[in-house]
């Protein structure tokens, strides 16, 4: 494994202000074989303020997956599935392999924070994130999470290349593409999201039990369409949804309080306390009882 040279850079003195770590091939090949970093590496990273007239063209794609948060200004990326172009608050994804060409826009060129990633476990990671070379552009729901963890990977690799600087930087990475996972929302979705607003009716109603019925009413789509929607935004059924939520609330109050199962199960939207208890338990593999004399804290 080694790092890709760009076909093209402009600008090869750089950006004022920029910061950049590449790794020498002969540590990336270490590095990949060592159990802790063999999963994922990063293997080059880097911040570029305003970067006028930044570009890179790659025929053969990289190595390395590649993951480009835009924090300020636009660029354009452009794949065999067409241009797709990322402007502040989103980040770019492109698996390797995968022939490109990104560059920053002309009048509002962006600022990046960027990495490249190999390992084992990568490949499942961006599978994850949601993204594809058809649709390789995401919003985020909280860029300045992501940005920090760049930076820390940054910083990190700035030090030294010893082993505990690249596990560490691993980590960050992995805590990175994790939360891109998280926050994944797909780029030109409307700001007010019909299932992302009934899974908040949710939320804001954990004690009370909602129908799908009710909920695809709420997002105005058919039952179907709805369930497939929100299985894909939560992983999980609506009704399945429901409980963990309820039961999340449910081990809240027998942590913080001294109330009685029966009055829990009642407030979390359980009237029989042994139906309560069957589900607690389907969940935790131990009944309400067991789980408040555990050991906590």
Same mark, same amino acid.
């Given at each position: 494994?080694?790092?890709?040279?760009?076909?093209?850079?402009?600008?090869?003195?750089?950006?004022?202000?920029? @910061?950049?770590?590449? &790794?020498?091939?002969?540590? =990336?090949?270490?590095?990949? *074989?060592?159990? #802790?970093? $063999?999963?994922? +590496?990063?293997?080059?990273?880097?911040?570029?303020?305003?970067?006028?007239?930044?570009?890179?063209?790659?025929?053969?794609?990289?190595?390395?997956?590649?993951?480009?948060?835009?924090?300020?200004?636009?660029?354009?990326?452009?794949?065999?599935?067409?241009?797709?172009?990322?402007?502040?608050?989103?980040?770019?994804?492109?698996?390797?392999?995968?022939?490109?060409?990104?560059?920053?826009?002309?009048?509002?060129?962006?600022?990046?924070?960027?990495?490249?990633?190999?390992?084992?476990?990568?490949?499942?990671?961006?599978?994850?994130?949601?993204?594809?070379?058809?649709?390789?552009?995401?919003?985020?729901?909280?860029?300045? @999470?992501?940005?920090? &963890?760049?930076?820390?990977? =940054?910083?990190?690799?700035? *030090?030294?290349? #010893?082993? $505990?600087?690249? +596990?560490?930087?691993?980590?960050?990475?992995?805590?990175?593409?994790?939360?891109?996972?998280?926050?994944?929302?797909?780029?030109?979705?409307?700001?007010?999201?019909?299932?992302?607003?009934?899974?908040?009716?949710?939320?804001?109603?954990?004690?009370?039990?909602?129908?799908?019925?009710?909920?695809?009413?709420?997002?105005?789509?058919?039952?179907?369409?709805?369930?497939?929607?929100?299985?894909?935004?939560?992983?999980?059924?609506?009704?399945?949804?429901?409980?963990?939520?309820?039961?999340?609330?449910?081990?809240?109050?027998?942590?913080?309080?001294?109330?009685?199962?029966?009055?829990?199960?009642?407030?979390?939207?359980?009237?029989?306390?042994?139906?309560?208890?069957?589900?607690?338990?389907?969940?935790?593999?131990?009944?309400?009882?067991?789980?408040?004399?555990?050991?906590?804290?």
């Amino acid at each position: 494994m080694t790092t890709d040279p760009p076909t093209l850079a402009w600008l090869p003195d750089g950006f004022p202000g920029q @910061r950049m770590r590449v &790794l020498p091939r002969p540590v =990336i090949a270490l590095a990949l *074989r060592a159990p #802790t970093t $063999s999963q994922i +590496l990063v293997t080059d990273v880097g911040f570029f303020p305003r970067a006028s007239s930044h570009g890179r063209v790659r025929p053969h794609g990289a190595r390395q997956n590649i993951v480009i948060v835009c924090a300020a200004g636009r660029g354009v990326c452009h794949l065999p599935s067409g241009s797709h172009r990322i402007a502040a608050g989103q980040a770019l994804v492109i698996p390797a392999g995968v022939a490109h060409r990104y560059e920053a826009d002309a009048d509002e060129p962006w600022t990046i924070w960027w990495m490249h990633v190999a390992g084992a476990g990568v490949a499942e990671l961006f599978a994850t994130v949601g993204t594809t070379a058809d649709q390789p552009v995401i919003g985020l729901g909280d860029p300045p @999470r992501i940005i920090a &963890l760049i930076d820390t990977i =940054i910083r990190r690799m700035e *030090r030294d290349e #010893t082993m $505990s600087t690249l +596990l560490a930087a691993s980590g960050a990475a992995w805590h990175a593409l994790a939360l891109l996972a998280a926050d994944r929302r797909a780029v030109g979705r409307d700001a007010a999201d019909p299932i992302e607003a009934t899974i908040e009716h949710l939320r804001a109603a954990t004690s009370t039990r909602v129908s799908v019925s009710e909920l695809a009413g709420m997002a105005g789509l058919s039952e179907s369409h709805y369930a497939a929607l929100f299985r894909q935004a939560t992983g999980y059924g609506v009704l399945e949804y429901q409980t963990r939520q309820r039961m999340g609330l449910a081990r809240e109050l027998l942590d913080t309080t001294h109330r009685t199962i029966s009055s829990i199960a009642l407030q979390v939207g359980y009237p029989d306390p042994l139906y309560f208890s069957r589900q607690f338990r389907r969940i935790h593999a131990m009944s309400p009882s067991e789980f408040r004399s555990r050991d906590a804290g």
